[in-house]
């Protein structure tokens, strides 16, 4: 059974840091593109964040770019979002995606506030 567990969400104030993990299971891991979106309240998906299935390349969204940093390990199947210098607009659920060519995995998310 395919499982995405997203975890290490929070309540935080601007200027602070979380690190998100999205735990992996039920499919390769080492075979598979992974992402991060988000939905900020009342608006869609806003891609954050990928990382190649080997780790090789990373892209990030110019709105986090330099704040954020996506990274994986294949022995704990798990990809990590460190997320610093938080901002209000940076407030939504997070999900992680799997992705390649003949599928595509979501987690069921987990919630980032960032407010004084």
């Known amino acids: 059974q395919v499982q995405l567990v997203e975890s290490g969400g929070g309540l935080v104030p601007p200027g602070g840091s979380l690190r998100l993990s999205c735990a992996a299971s039920g499919f390769t891991f080492s075979s598979y593109y992974m992402n991060w979106v988000r939905q900020a309240p009342g608006k869609g998906l806003e891609w954050v964040s990928s990382?190649?299935?080997?780790?090789?390349?990373?892209y990030y969204a110019d709105s986090v770019k330099g704040r954020f940093t996506i990274s994986r390990d294949s022995a704990k199947n798990t990809v990590y979002l460190q997320m610093n210098n938080l901002k209000p607009e940076d407030t939504a659920v997070y999900y992680c995606?799997?992705?390649?060519?003949?599928?595509?995995?979501w987690g069921r998310g987990t919630q980032v506030t960032v407010s004084s």
């Open positions: 995606n799997a992705a390649n060519v003949a599928s595509r995995y």
């Open positions: 990382i190649y299935s080997d780790g090789s390349n990373t």
